[in-house]
């Protein structure tokens, strides 16, 4: 079992930066893919960014490729998503999910763990 707290969201100006953490439980983290995914009211969750167990791929959604920053530090379990340049759009509630298998996916049905999430608020 994986248990996973995502950190701060909050409020931020339109073009504002955040830095949301994900703190993961369980000695086998260093093992499993990390993803970042946001669901705005009344959307489907959709896919932010993804990192390979080790850290060495990374992948995004085109909505934030070239604004957001996904990595992870396995010796303290804990998985970051920097996000600069925020805009009213990027308003949602962030999840940071687990896939057990080293690999990164960007489709929700292969993770195997979520967190309870964090809100992020852009006003424009």
């Known amino acids: 079992q994986v248990q996973l707290v995502e950190s701060g969201g909050g409020l931020v100006q339109a073009g504002g930066s955040l830095r949301l953490s994900c703190a993961a439980s369980?000695?086998?983290?260093?093992?499993?893919?990390m993803g970042w995914f946001r669901q705005a009211p009344g959307k489907e969750r959709e896919f932010v960014a993804a990192?390979?167990?080790?850290?060495?791929?990374?992948y995004y959604a085109e909505s934030v490729k070239g604004r957001f920053t996904i990595s992870r530090d396995n010796a303290k379990n804990t998985v970051y998503l920097r996000m600069n340049s925020l805009k009213s759009e990027d308003t949602a509630v962030y999840y940071c999910?687990?896939?057990?298998?080293?690999?990164?996916?960007?489709?929700?049905?292969?993770?195997?763990?979520w967190g309870q999430g964090t809100q992020v608020t852009v006003s424009s």
């Open positions: 999910a687990a896939d057990q298998r080293p690999r990164a996916t960007m489709s929700l049905d292969d993770y195997d763990y």
């Open positions: 369980g000695r086998t983290f260093s093992t499993y893919a």
């Open positions: 990192i390979t167990w080790s850290g060495g791929m990374t």
